[in-house]
């Protein structure tokens, strides 16, 4: 299998903090992976999400997407990400096909191809009736389903999912997650997954990291991991891992 | 297209803010509406006729009714008659129901007959050597006039008033010194019809204002008003636009669009571009409330001038400072309620040092001083350029510079802190 992302000996220290939000971390996310990336609140994800993103430079270490890497070819690495952050990073007063068009022109698309491809997502996600109706007057689920539509817009290789079915009901999940199985399957979209839905997690993801303090504690297949630790799930792994105390003081 | 197309959603998110709008374009009309509905009298005070005046007229006759008929000519007063007594009207003035009172003895015109007469008469005297006449007819008492001022009136307008006064009375003085001398001559030369002594003004004082480009238009309440609250709501636009810029930054979509191609620039541009056109737009609300709403409601009709690329050119500048200073504020504030407290009162100095609510023509020095610090002086100062002396592009130049490199200032600010922040 072929690399998509490589990442080497990153580390990031903010100027006026006292710790190092992430400590000489690597790993590799094969093209094809549901990747998920583990960890406590303040581990380090959104900050290693933000430089694989190109948000912010790295204080040491590379990262590499297709091989290239933001401070060469920002452009065109940025072109293979979708991101869906946990917020509703969409527009409360415009409709559902009003944020996706703006968000779809944003990524270079227009015309007849843009709108059937915001339809058959709409369509797929059981939006298409309320399309017209502004995000404000959507319950919780919907404005996920919407938020993760934009991110799959432009086709990317790589989705990076920041807990995407975070306060939603059942179906909903349900409806987010085959969704995304089905572009993993059919499209070979690879995805970047974070989130504290552990079981959601096993179910989901091909691939698992474990991150705690900046640092990788574990990695590898979902399965192998769980054997390896002589577990019964991620979910025993992540508290064998990462112990019991409470992070965020 | 993505340019447009962020033009558009900015566009969709303004007119779906019921709040912003309000903000935007109805505040600073009732603000118009209201400041020069308040200003127009202390406006037309310095300019036009509008002091209360009370005579009280005991004489009835030539004296009173010539000094009657010229202040009322002089279109300075609102005259009103009454008979009072003196205590009366004393009390009238200091309770401030009349800024001056003038009381008109009994028998004036009769004495300032009298007194003419008897002056012309030693005049004419003295040709036919009747010293014995001379003397015996020597008369040193005065007709007195008594004036009431109003015990909060300045100095300077005091005098004014004096002056205007005491310049009808001494032409009434010579009008009835030539009646006399007409009347001693007949005596001498019946015979003769000699033709009337005129006594109109030999030397004319020809007043206007030193306006510029033969504009010869005077500043009025709804020639500062207009344009000063204008400005005030141009740049009250950085508190909904740095709203737009946090909202976006708290709930994810600014982190999404970074993580776009080359599209977060595209959004700044587009939000500036959106807020220019609403802040022109403003200005041209604003000017149509000058020019059409407040004339229906008994105010001067603003009068714009006759360059308008340059006013154009001074709006956009006015425009592009605010937007700028809007961006500072939303990239620098890290919530809502910072950017709204933080612009807010930093527009308010910045109009009240820039003689947005007091003209900087009624302010102290030091403050004139330190007026032209605030970008908003620099656009009331080229405002009233156009609209007052009729200056071109190269009056205008220096004002529109300064607003240029502001919004310069603010852009580069914005996104130094910006990239410090990223790379923090």
Known sequence: MSILVNIQHVSKKYKDASR???????LTINKGDVFGLLGPNGAGKTTFISMLCGLFPTSSGEIYINGQTHKTHSKECKQVIGVVPQEIA????LTAWENLMFLGHMYGLSGGSLKEKIKENLRILGLEENMHQKIVSYSGGMKRRVNLIAGLLHNPQLLILDEPTVGVDVQ??????EHLKDLNKKNGMTILYTSHHLEEAEDFCSHIAIIDDGKLITQG???QLIIDNNCKSIEEVYLKITGEKFRDK | MKLLYSIYKEYKVLIRDRAGLIITFIMPTILILIITLIQDTT???????SVPLLIVDRDHDSLSQTLEKSLINSKFFVITKKQLSDEETKKQIATGQFFIGIIIPENASKQLREKTSARIAKLLGSFSGDSTSIKEQ?????LNIQLYFDPITKKSFKTTISNSIERIVSQIEMQSMVNSLNDKMKESFPLATPSK???TPIVNLKEEYASYNNSTIIPNSVQHNVPAWTLFAMFFICIPLAGNIIRERDDGSAFRLLTMPGSYMIVILGKMLTYVAVSLIQFSLMLCVGVFLLPMLGMPQLNI????PVLFLVAISAGLAATGFGLLVGTIATSHDQASLFGSVFIIMLAAIGGIWVPTFVMPDVMKKIAVISPLNWGLEAFYGIFIRNFGFKEIFPQVAKLLGFFAICLGSAYLYQKYKRLR
């Open chain 1, 172 to 177: 909903s999940k349900q409806a987010i997650i």
């Open chain 1, 20 to 26: 190092v939000a992430v400590n000489d971390l690597s």
């Open chain 2, 197 to 199: 002594l005129e006594i």
């Open chain 1, 221 to 223: 297949e979902t399965n």
């Open chain 2, 305 to 308: 001038g006759n360059n308008l």
């Open chain 2, 43 to 49: 406006f037309r005070s310095v300019n036009e006729a």
């Open chain 1, 90 to 93: 969409l527009y409360p007063k």
């Open chain 2, 138 to 142: 020597r008369d040193t008492t005065k």
